[in-house]
């Protein structure tokens, strides 16, 4: 035992090298093994041409050979990953969020979808991993809502590894979570192929709602504003409001096309909060052919009695127009949090774009759509911090000036930006370089506390990095955190930290588990571990700074 004896003698029959010739067993595992080098040969060339077909195939032919759910307790936590689902269960008893699916840009540029589940108890910290027969295809940016025992997927999009090509979904599915089987119930009708969208639990809980999304193929793209509601009962789905919307808006009062939205349900209203719509360029000058941005924050409510929508006066200290935000309702104080997401800064007449990465939190009351900060409070016995002298634009052009240096910016030198042309078939993650590009700015309104507390967000208190499209869960008083994405320099890197933000009378945040080696090294490696050849590029920048203040300070004279 323990010699490897026995097993090079098996793994020597197996093969036929101890002369007797190969066993049955042995023609079995070659020819499986060679059909398996073979698969992975057509999956090869397959990302390498961005055939998303013969991708999807293959993806199909692997889960068809799994049998048997697959449960792996206390396995590690989930790769780094941004618009995934997490998505909270109704059971008191484990307290667990289930995650599935997501994407992530690599270190070498490309991207990966994922199709995997996990079940994360969160009062243990401890990760499960589910592998099912029968299960979605990968997909990102889809949704999922949990009822009676189940969890209920619907749409998402299917993104090649050069992000050349996309594919979205129309089907719906239905895990069970006591059996972890998976099933496809998708009706004959029902909302069109997307992503992007939002889906809630009628207040009423005998449906789902869902809102808006979209669909973008690079030559087609749509946005929608409509309303479905699908039945649980009888598992069919009811337009509620409008229809498919391409390249226009809907007929009937309500909110624009949108993806990316905040959604709530309670009571009788249906809360929709800002979102996100491209355009196509209008084909004048070198950007004609170039996808531009508009980020909403606009609030609506719906009668669901009326099936009317209402545009709402947006009232308190509300968020400023940001991208790729996340948000989950908080039931028990019946309220709606949204974390995160980014606005750019052009500053020099754009040569200089400035990416601010928020980490701040804000709350939406559910009863009257007023808005608060969620403010931050030191731990017994701390100082609290001073205000922030500069924030927004004048934090980012300090920044810019070399002056500060601030995690939460991101610099990026926008004068090679003519030669750039982002294609109709850019989204994803890319469709947020297009707004950073080609429509800069909106209005920044960051409170990282109350004004009429007097209490400034402590030094003391940890707080996440500021990230776009978080993975968000409410369980109890805590609204969890996993992932997203920040930009470091040209490069999207995803995220791997776990974060819990306390939504007491005195909120604070809470790190549950620090980035992956991995992520970490991409994240802070520069400033980690310092090279030869990071010191030389410290240096250019560096350099780069003092040639930018220079020229300032001549323009300032002149």
């Not at 025992?149 to 749409?155: A, C, D, S």
């Not at 349900?265 to 996808?291: I, M, P, Q, T």
């Not at 810019?400 to 042309?421: L, M, Q, S």
């Not at 802070?524 to 090279?531: F, K, L, T």
Request: charged share 30%.
């Amino acid at each position: 035992m323990g010699s490897g004896r026995d097993k090079r003698k098996k793994a020597a029959k197996r093969s036929g090298k101890d002369g007797s010739g190969p066993s049955g067993d042995a023609k079995t595992s070659a020819k499986t093994d060679k059909n398996a080098a073979k698969l992975e040969r057509r999956m090869a060339k397959a990302a390498a041409d961005d055939d998303i077909d013969a991708l999807l195939a293959n993806i199909r032919l692997m889960d068809s050979k799994l049998k048997e759910v697959e449960v792996h307790e206390d396995c590690p936590k989930p790769g780094p990953r941004c618009n995934c689902s997490f998505t909270p269960t109704l059971a008191q008893k484990p307290a667990e969020v289930i995650m599935f699916g997501g994407e992530c840009v690599d270190a070498t540029g490309k991207t990966q979808t994922f199709g995997d589940l996990f079940r994360y108890d969160v009062d243990r910290n401890k990760w499960t991993k589910v592998v099912s027969p029968n299960s979605p295809p990968p997909r990102s940016a889809h949704q999922a809502v949990a009822h009676g025992g189940y969890l209920y997927v619907f749409g998402g999009e299917f993104t090649s590894p050069n992000q050349e090509k996309f594919h979205h979904y129309r089907d719906l599915w239905r895990l069970d979570l006591e059996e972890h089987a998976w099933e496809n119930i998708t009706p004959k009708v029902g909302p069109s192929a997307r992503s992007g969208h939002r889906m809630v639990t009628h207040p009423k809980g005998k449906s789902l709602l869902l809102f808006g999304g979209f669909y973008d193929t690079g030559d087609d793209i749509r946005y929608y504003n409509d309303v479905w509601e699908l039945n649980l009962e009888a598992m069919t789905w009811r337009c509620r409001f409008g229809g498919d919307v391409a390249g226009g808006a809907s007929t009937l009062e309500g909110p624009s096309p949108r993806s990316a939205s905040h959604v709530s349900a309670s009571n009788d209203s249906l809360w929709v909060y800002g979102g996100y719509r491209k355009f196509a360029g209008d084909g004048e000058g070198d950007d004609g052919d170039v996808e531009k941005g508009s980020t909403h924050s606009d609030l609506w409510r719906m009668d669901l009695k009326s099936w009317r929508w209402e545009k709402q006066k947006k009232a308190g200290m509300a968020p400023g127009p940001r991208a790729g935000a996340t948000s989950a309702t908080h039931g028990a104080k019946k309220r709606h949090v949204l974390f995160g997401g980014v606005v750019d800064h052009e500053i020099r007449k754009g040569e200089v774009i400035i990416s601010e990465f928020f980490n701040d939190a804000y709350s939406m009351s559910l009863d009257n759509g007023r808005w608060y900060p969620v403010c931050l409070y030191a731990d017994k016995g701390s100082k609290p911090e001073a205000p922030r002298e500069a924030t927004g634009r004048e934090e980012a052009e300090r920044v810019a000036r070399g002056e500060v240096f601030n995690e939460n910016f991101n610099v990026r030198d926008a004068t090679v930006r003519a030669a750039i042309k982002i294609q109709a078939h850019y989204r994803g993650y890319a469709v947020r370089k297009a707004y950073k590009l080609y429509r800069i700015g909106g209005q920044v309104s960051e409170l990282l506390y109350s004004p009429g507390s007097g209490e400034a967000a402590p030094k003391t208190a940890p707080r996440p990095r500021g990230r776009m499209n978080a993975a968000l869960a409410v369980r109890g008083n805590a609204m969890y955190l996993f992932g997203g994405a920040v930009e470091i320099g040209d490069v999207e890197v995803s995220l791997d930290d776990v974060w819990a933000l306390e939504l007491s009378a005195r909120p604070k945040w809470r790190k549950i588990a620090e980035y992956s080696p991995e992520v970490a090294e991409r994240v802070h490696g520069e400033a980690v571990e310092s090279s030869d050849e990071e010191e030389e590029e410290e240096e250019k920048e560096r350099a780069h700074a003092m040639e930018f203040r220079a020229r300032k300070t001549v323009e300032g004279k002149e």
